[in-house]
T-cell receptor, first 111, second 113 residues
Framework: GNSVTQMEGPVTLSEEAFLTINCTYT??????LFWYVQYPGEGLQLLLK?????DKGSNKGFEATYRKETTSFHLEKGSVQVSDSAVYFC??????????FGTGTRLAVRP | DAEITQSPRHKITETGRQVTLACHQT?????MFWYRQDLGHGLRLIHY???????NKGEVSDGYSVSRSNTEDLPLTLESAASSQTSVYFC????????????FGEGSRLTVL
């Protein structure tokens, strides 16, 4: 079956530090891949997505590249801000319209 | 603006009681989903629907039921609440056949004592 594995958190960084959150997946076929973000007290919202191998999704300074050879979709940002503090979820969509989510990684950014 | 709303946002109930969480979306999406969020487990799919009168079980459906009588609503019912069902519940919707963007509600925090 489909599964998503994320690095465990929490990840604590100083402002302007470089961020990487690792995500690997197992899926049949050719899944679409997503990163969702959850700010405190809110629901999840889409951050970025990639629908085929070698695609790069990007939004708000975050990037992730769909690597089929390593079954990975790592999230990166060059310079994090305090406002980026949130929980980040990696997810995949294979057949049908359901999404399978990872366990989430909490990011805390210190001023 | 289109939106998806959940109610109640917070509820405390007792073991054995029936509880219904409401979800209403104005996106006119065919797909609707219920997830629960627990520490260490992320989001797990409870039930989902691809249209009116269609319902399907997710990976953690035991003790839960849903019904879809119109496009806008997918209520989630806990037939006999158990302490293991204490969680935060999220409803989401999406367009059929799109690349998978889900639109989430703000969540319903349920405590079963």
């Amino acid at each position: 079956g489909n599964s998503v594995t994320q690095m465990e958190g929490p990840v604590t960084l100083s402002e302007e530090a470089f961020l990487t959150i690792n995500c690997t997946y197992t899926a049949t076929g050719y899944p679409s891949l997503f990163w969702y973000v959850q700010y405190p007290g809110e629901g999840l919202q889409l951050l970025l997505k990639a629908t085929k191998a070698d695609d790069k999704g990007s939004n708000k300074g975050f990037e992730a590249t769909y690597r089929k050879e390593t079954t990975s979709f790592h999230l990166e940002k060059g310079s994090v801000q305090v406002s980026d503090s949130a929980v980040y979820f990696c997810a995949l969509k294979s057949s049908g319209d359901k999404l399978t989510f990872g366990t989430g990684t909490r990011l805390a950014v210190r001023p | 603006d289109a939106e998806i709303t959940q109610s109640p946002r917070h509820k405390i109930t007792e073991t054995g009681r029936q509880v219904t969480l409401a979800c209403h979306q104005t996106w006119n999406h065919n797909n609707m989903f219920w997830y629960r969020q627990d520490l260490g487990h992320g989001l797990r799919l409870i039930h989902y629907s691809y249209g009116v009168q269609d319902t399907n079980k997710g990976e953690v459906s035991d003790g839960y039921s849903v019904s879809r009588s119109n496009t806008e609503d997918l209520p989630l019912t806990l037939e006999s609440a158990a302490s293991s069902q204490t969680s935060v519940y999220f409803c989401a919707s999406s367009e059929s056949g799109r690349t998978g963007e889900l639109f989430f509600g703000e969540g319903s925090r349920l405590t079963v004592l």
